[in-house]
């Protein structure tokens, strides 16, 4: 039988998470092609894979909750979970499940980039 150190599990984890990274990253440019241009595809990337660790953090862990987090990072910037106060605010709602933190990330987003175009 096949075993696998911690190391190579470990190992496995990040080229899964690279993989969903690129992937993400992939439909970032078809999606958000103006915040994209602002920085090579390695450093989309990197923030692509940093945003799904902390997502992931939060217990958003399948790959459609995954992929609305980092359209949200998208909108509102890398590292919107942990600098915004809204947003640390509803991530720590307890009472939510994951999804519905979600959820109410975005419906909170729409008022935040509203009111950043008026």
Not at 6 to 23: P, S, T, V
Not at 46 to 72: C, K, S, V, Y
Not at 78 to 103: H, K, S
Request: proline residues 3%; glycine residues 6%.
């Amino acid at each position: 039988m096949l075993q696998l150190s911690n190391d190579q599990w470990g190992a496995l984890a990040d080229a899964k998470r690279r993989q969903f990274a690129e992937e993400m990253a992939d439909r970032a440019e078809r999606r958000h092609p103006a915040a994209c241009r602002k920085c090579s595809r390695e450093e989309l990337i990197a923030a692509l894979e940093r945003e799904i660790q902390t997502a992931h953090g939060h217990g958003l862990r399948n790959r459609g909750l995954l992929a609305r987090f980092t359209d949200l990072s998208m909108v509102l910037g890398a590292g919107f979970a942990e600098r915004e106060d809204w947003a640390q605010a509803i991530l720590a709602n307890t009472r939510l499940t994951p999804p519905q933190r979600l959820a109410e990330l975005e419906e909170a987003a729409v008022f935040v980039v509203k009111g950043q175009g008026a």
